[in-house]
């Protein structure tokens, strides 16, 4: 079993930053990636950002009006935990945002991800 907690969630300004954490706890041996992902209301979740425990590579969603460019994912290993840094955040980056561990970094597929966390709220103000 892997345990996983998100907070540095909030209420910010359009332009502004977060820095959201997940401090993973159990088996973290046994699933190499780390994703975020986010669910706005009355929309599908869809995936943001992965990256290996192991090898530091990460792998982003490339998708239209994507987060490419402004998040930034990064982990550090000696405390379990990762990071995704939001900049030049949009009304639209508005969601409830999960971490969720899993095989494969390279993979968007949310039913290749086996543990979740609670979710963290980010709200952005036009």
């Known amino acids: 079993q892997v345990q996983l907690v998100e907070s540095g969630g909030g209420l910010v300004q359009a332009g502004g930053s977060l820095r959201l954490s997940c401090a993973a706890s159990g088996r973290t041996f046994s699933r190499d990636a780390m994703g975020w992902f986010r669910q706005a209301p009355g929309k599908e979740r869809e995936f943001v950002a992965a990256?290996?425990?192991?090898?530091?590579?990460?792998?982003?969603?490339d998708y239209q009006d994507s987060v490419k460019g402004r998040f930034t994912i990064s982990r550090d290993n000696a405390k379990n935990t990762v990071y995704l840094q939001m900049n030049s955040l949009k009304p639209e980056d508005t969601a409830v945002y999960y971490c969720?561990?899993?095989?494969?970094?390279?993979?968007?597929?949310?039913?290749?991800?086996?543990?979740w966390g609670q979710g963290t709220q980010v709200t952005v103000s036009s």
């Open positions: 969720a561990a899993g095989r494969r970094y390279t993979t968007t597929m949310i039913e290749e991800y086996d543990y």
């Open positions: 990256i290996s425990w192991s090898i530091g590579k990460t792998y982003y969603a």
